[in-house]
């Protein structure tokens, strides 16, 4: 999974507009900031594979589960006679205790689990002609096998399931990496939405990489440098709390106005006042700026556009392209700049 470190970075580096001069002025800036915020909140995807020649894909984990469910139930089709009887006889040997306490079966299944037992006799059950059958499974394979053509695959099918044991390893690392990844990559997303109120913001949904994120958590309050509007959006230097902290930040400076936007200040990114946005006071401990962002981001999660898009390194960075390229000249940059460009 290619997330890297700076693309916390790279989301973080957002240009903030000032004061629109018209309503739905900053409202191409706000199809692409939201376009932004769906990509980066979204789902973290896992790795597909291509089933066959269709067109339907599957996870790697779900794909290793069902080809090592299916080398599991070919190799019990092929059990000893002696064996079988034990794994059939569940009255008598219910569980891997009643089995090793009878010399005569003893050391039949040894190493597992009752788990492991249980496993065995549905696959097993699933390739015999029983009522647990797996019909498609027994039609495949040409199931049940004759005595002499199981004695006489037995040992290279028991060889091709250790191999496959092994290899299963090697999966599960590689899948436990793909996972790490992906938690990784989850962290710096939410570093780049929230940034430095990441904890006092984001909800326990953010931690699931399974998970779509991006609402604030019960009580959580998103506050600026200061109470005002031109303090957290028109700082004099990048600070924590301020412009380019957090993209959460960064929608509510883009679409809010301060105490001198008079009815304009919730109509920044839209052509009509969106409901919920209103002006933020001076002296504002985060209660207006938190309503605001709730209204903004509700909007965001609204539009569409970033369903069909996969969350990738390349797909964020076109976002970011897109965002800024489509900034005019009443902006500034919320990292380092003293004064605006416009």
Known sequence: MPFIPPLALILCFIVVKQYGVCDGDN????KDMCLLLNLATQKVPIPQ?????????????TKQIQIMKSILRLNVTVIEPQKEAVLKDVKTYPTINEINAKDAVNGYFEGIT??????????YAAGTLG???DETFVKDFS????????????????????????????????STAIQNAREAARRHLKKAVFGSQEAALADTAADDVNTQFGELKAGGKLTFVGGSRDSGCNPNSAAAKTAGDGLA????CLCSG????????AKFCTKSELSGVQAITTNDNGTIKTANYKALIAKCLSQKEAETLALTPATL??????????????WRAGTAAATTTG
């Open 27 to 30: 409202a191409k800036e706000f």
């Open 49 to 61: 594979l291509k089933s066959g020649t269709s067109d339907s894909q599957t996870d790697v984990k």
């Open 114 to 123: 009752d788990d492991k037992l249980k496993e065995l006799r549905a696959e």
């Open 131 to 133: 009522e647990r059958k």
């Open 143 to 174: 199931l049940p096998f004759s005595e002499i053509t199981k004695a006489a695959i037995r040992k290279a099918i028991a060889r091709q399931y250790t191999a496959a044991v092994s290899l299963d390893k090697d999966i599960s690392e590689q």
């Open 249 to 252: 930040l960064d929608l509510v």
């Open 258 to 265: 301060g105490n001198a936007a008079g009815t304009s200040a």
């Open 317 to 330: 960075a076109a976002a970011v392209r897109g965002l800024t390229g489509h900034l005019g000249s009443n």
